[in-house]
């Protein structure tokens, strides 16, 4: 007798005839699909329409067949997130889509899925492991379909999935049907729209993040940049680097980076603005912002013989910023000299020959 998995429990069937035969039905043409449903608890309510675009929101578990699990919405990225999907969006694994509409609110239901369902799994499992700690959801993925990374030996980063790639096999979901939101009902999240959506409503993104800089509200304006230079590389993406359309959403993406970096530099992630900026410095050797921002995080971490390079660069792009420049070098020369005060007080005595000697003792 196998255990059911934690914070699931058994229970019997609550419904009348009518919706057994139905979910009997439903089981059914499951079953001929390749996919086996095993009711764990029973939702609440009327089966919903699940016309395209409702929004659900269920939580998951997926395992093995022999049961080790690879993914739990409940402790991914240490915290309970539960996934979030509109119907009729194409998601990469439509075997979930598939499912839920076979759900009721508070179901939580078990289906154990052929290969050929979820062959896509491990990409989607790496990008909801990037989600679920603050990274890109595409960082690490090539610039080439689906399909065809699955062939590719290009690892994704977990050993876990990396071999699931290699030797794909089906996979069992725990899924709870957490809530069903209708179209209409709910405002659209950016990873759901079009790339016309997405590419309209990132100027709001820009103009929302300044407003909240300009307001001192910093990390919330962090996220905001943050978001658009998402939105656009998820785009980016999509295009062949050099094309017009890609150098297109690369000057919409600089600015925003440009943005996000002066955020960064006020909350001290200054090796963050080095690398960012670097990489745009590499791209655009004359964004003299790129190398002002750098130059104020070298300085920032006593880096001075790069910080002098790049603001002598700055004054080379735009002469007009010389007071500015110069005010940041005598802050720099004078923290430089503080620390040299500092450290030299602070091992004063060490190397002092003059001291007395220690006198032996005997016993």
Not at 110 to 124: E, M
Not at 184 to 197: N, R
Request: aromatic fraction near 8%.
């Amino acid at each position: 007798m196998t255990s059911e998995p934690d914070g699931f429990r058994q229970t019997s069937d609550f419904f009348g005839k009518s919706d057994s035969s139905r979910m009997e039905e439903e089981a059914r043409k499951l079953l001929e699909e390749g996919i086996v449903k095993k009711l764990i608890s029973p939702g609440k309510g009327e089966q919903p329409a699940f016309p395209n675009g409702t929004k659900v929101v269920f939580h998951y578990r997926t395992s093995l067949c022999d049961g080790t699990v690879l993914d739990d919405s409940k402790t991914m990225g240490g915290c309970c997130k539960p996934m979030e999907l509109i119907l009729g969006k194409k998601f990469k694994l439509a075997v979930w889509e598939r499912v839920v509409i076979t759900m009721r609110e508070g179901e939580i239901s078990q289906y154990t899925c052929d290969t050929k369902d979820v062959a896509l799994y491990p990409l989607v499992s790496q990008s909801l492991r990037n989600i679920s700690v603050g990274k890109d959801p595409l960082e690490g993925q090539r610039h080439c379909c689906g399909i065809a990374q699955i062939h590719s030996h290009h690892s994704l980063g977990h050993k876990d999935l990396d071999q699931l790639q290699a030797s794909p096999q089906p996979l069992v979901f725990t899924i709870e049907l957490v809530k069903v939101l209708p179209p209409g009902s709910f405002q659209l999240d950016v990873w759901a729209m079009t790339d016309k959506e997405k590419l309209d409503l990132v100027p709001q993104i820009h103009e929302d993040g300044n407003k909240l800089f300009k307001q001192g509200q910093i990390k919330e304006a962090t996220e905001k940049y943050y978001n658009g230079i998402a939105c656009l590389k998820n785009l980016q993406m999509k295009e062949h680097p050099g094309d017009e359309a890609w150098v297109k959403l690369d000057s919409m993406i600089t600015p925003l980076l440009l943005n996000y970096c002066q955020c960064l530099l006020l909350q001290g992630q200054y090796y963050e603005v080095i690398e960012h900026c670097s990489s745009l410095i590499f791209k655009y050797e004359n964004n003299v912002k790129a190398f002002y921002k750098r130059a104020k995080a070298h300085a920032a971490v006593w880096n001075e013989v790069e910080a002098r390079a790049d603001f002598a660069k700055v004054l080379v792009l735009d002469p007009s910023l010389g007071p500015s420049v110069s005010k940041e070098l005598r802050v720099m020369e004078e923290k430089i000299r503080s620390k040299e005060r500092e450290d030299k007080g602070r091992y004063k005595g060490l190397f002092d020959y003059n001291a007395p000697e220690a006198t032996a003792t005997t016993g």
